[in-house]
C-alpha cells in the first residue's frame, strides 16, 4: 500500500515516549482496557508460557481505532477539525478505526477503498456510517483518488499507518501491559506498514524486547532492514489485505533503524496453522495478519529469555468465520 498523500515521507523521526502518554490521557477513557490472557504454547522445544494480549477486543476489532481517536481528538483540542471530517484510504482495520473514531466524535468519515476490499469489512464501514469510495484494482489507486477527494472535500486526511499520532495512538497499547504485566516483555507484534511496533516501541519500557513479524511475501520491514533503507517490494501472501504494505512507513523505519526492532519472518503455511492453533486452543478467531504474530513461537523460533514475559499482540479480527476452513 502506498500512499501519496502522506506528509510524514520527509525526515521522519521516531515518535517518542511523550507523546504515546499525551495520547494515553487522550483516549484511555475512551477506549477499552483489552485483557491479557496468558497460558501455555507447544513449540518442538516444549512449552511456553505466553501472555496475548487480546486487542482484537477493542472498539471497532482492532487497534486501529486507537490511532484515530488519538488524530480525531487531537484535532478537535487544536480547532482543526474541519466540518468535512475525515478522510482515509483503507480497505481494512485503518478505515475501520477512522470511521469508529468519526462517530464518536460526531463528523462525517470518507473512505476510499480499492474495488477489491474486503467484503466483510466493507459491512463494517458502511454500518459505521462511513461514505465508501470504491476506486481502483490496488490500495496505490485507492490513494490517488483520495489525494483529488481531499481537495474536494477539505478534511482531514489520516495515514494508517505512516502518521504521529496514529502511530503514538497505537502506542498506548504498551502502557496499558506495563500496568497489567510487571516483568520486562518481550514482544511480537505483526508489521504491515509498521505503525503498530513502531507506536509499541515508543510505548515500552526500556527493558523490553521487540520483534516485528511478517510473512514472507510482504516482508517490508525485512527487506528495509537488509537494505539499509526502505524499499518497495512485491507483496504476495494470505495476510495482504491486513499486512499487504508495499513498503515500510517511516515511521515504522526510524524506530528500526534505532535498533529496538527485531524481525522474524513467517511462511502463510506457518500463520494458517498459527490462526487455526488459535482457534482450536482458545477459541479465538482473529485474521491471517494478527495470527502472524503468533507464529514464530509455534515454530521455535522464538523463546522468552530469563526474567521476560512473552507476549503476542493480537491487534485484529475483522474477518469472516468462513474462512477458518
Not at 517518542?16 to 490521557?25: C, F, G, L
Not at 482495520?93 to 473512505?111: K, L, M
Not at 515500552?204 to 511478517?214: F, L, N, Y
Not at 515511521?251 to 534505532?258: K, M, P, Q, T
Request: net charge negative; hydrophobic share 45%.
Amino acid at each position: 500500500m502506498s500512499f501519496p498523500y502522506d506528509n510524514t515521507r520527509a525526515a521522519a523521526t521516531a515518535v517518542d515516549h511523550q507523546s504515546v502518554v499525551d495520547a494515553a490521557h487522550r483516549i484511555t477513557s475512551i477506549v477499552r482496557r483489552t485483557p491479557i490472557l496468558t497460558t501455555a504454547v507447544p513449540t518442538p522445544n516444549g512449552p511456553v508460557e505466553v501472555a496475548f494480549k487480546l486487542e482484537y477486543l477493542q472498539h471497532g476489532g482492532s487497534f486501529k481505532v486507537r490511532g484515530s481517536l488519538n488524530a480525531l481528538g487531537r484535532a478537535r483540542e487544536n480547532g482543526t477539525l474541519p466540518d468535512a471530517g475525515v478522510l482515509i484510504a483503507s480497505g481494512g482495520n485503518a478505515a475501520i478505526g477512522a470511521a469508529w473514531a468519526a462517530r464518536y466524535w460526531d463528523t462525517p468519515c470518507t473512505v476510499v477503498v480499492p474495488e477489491a476490499a474486503p467484503p466483510t469489512k466493507l459491512d463494517r464501514l458502511q454500518r459505521l456510517g462511513a461514505t465508501v469510495h470504491r476506486m481502483g484494482s490496488s490500495y496505490a489507486d485507492a490513494a490517488a483518488h483520495a489525494v483529488t477527494l481531499a481537495g474536494e472535500l477539505g478534511a482531514l486526511t489520516l495515514h494508517a499507518y505512516d502518521l504521529p499520532d496514529i502511530v503514538a495512538g497505537a502506542g498506548t497499547i504498551a502502557l496499558e501491559l506495563a500496568e497489567q504485566v510487571s516483568t520486562p516483555m518481550e514482544y511480537l507484534v505483526a508489521v504491515g506498514g509498521g505503525g503498530l511496533v513502531a507506536g509499541i516501541t515508543a510505548g515500552a519500557r526500556d527493558t523490553d524486547v521487540i520483534h516485528g513479524v511478517e510473512p514472507t511475501g510482504a516482508a517490508a520491514l525485512h527487506h528495509a532492514l537488509a537494505a539499509g533503507t526502505p524499499i518497495d517490494i512485491e507483496v504476495d501472501s494470505i495476510a495482504a489485505d491486513s499486512l499487504g504494505a508495499t513498503r515500510i512507513g517511516n515511521l515504522a523505519w526510524a524506530a528500526a533503524s534505532s535498533g529496538r526492532i527485531g524481525s522474524l519472518v513467517a511462511d502463510d503455511a506457518a500463520i494458517v496453522a498459527a490462526r487455526r492453533w488459535l482457534w482450536d486452543e482458545l477459541r479465538i478467531v482473529v485474521e491471517h495478519g494478527t495470527a502472524a504474530a503468533l507464529a514464530p513461537i509455534l515454530a521455535g523460533t522464538v523463546t522468552a529469555t530469563a526474567g521476560r514475559t512473552l507476549c503476542v499482540v493480537l491487534c485484529g479480527a475483522n474477518t469472516a468465520l468462513s474462512d477458518l476452513g
